[in-house]
């Protein structure tokens, strides 16, 4: 774990699984510190996104089996439940803008995929 002392800010990068075992456009869910996080591959690139699994409108951690798309460019992934999609950059809900699940910094280092859960 770093700590900066600028700010005092905790990073805790994890690695969750190599890039190869997320087969691309999909997402799989990842238990971290005792999180629930969705973590998804967007094609056949090293681009990867990171929001919590719970759906806050069916109440359910699903959001990894959720649809990968984009809505004007912006990366998306519809809710497997009722389809409410979720910007995968802010996690903001993009049908209903007073609902939002947190997003996590994610990375790829030697092809291994890294989320921060700090």
Excluded: H
Excluded at 3 to 10: D, E, G, H, P
Excluded at 11 to 34: D, F, H, R
Aim: one cysteine or more; aromatic letters at 8%; glycine letters at 6%.
């Amino acid at each position: 774990m770093l700590q900066t002392a600028s700010n005092q800010q905790t990073t805790q990068w994890i690695t969750v699984c190599s890039l190869e075992q997320i087969i691309p456009n999909t997402g799989v869910c990842a238990l971290l510190k005792g999180k629930q996080i969705a973590i998804f591959r967007i094609g056949n690139t090293e681009e990867i996104y990171a929001i919590c699994n719970y759906d806050p409108f069916s109440k359910a951690y699903v959001l990894s089996r959720g649809i990968i798309g984009d809505r004007n460019g912006v990366p998306k992934v519809a809710s497997p439940i009722y389809k409410q999609n979720f910007n995968l950059i802010t996690g903001q809900c993009l049908d209903n803008e007073a609902i939002s699940v947190r997003a996590f910094p994610t990375k790829v280092v030697d092809g291994q995929v890294m989320v921060n859960v700090a």
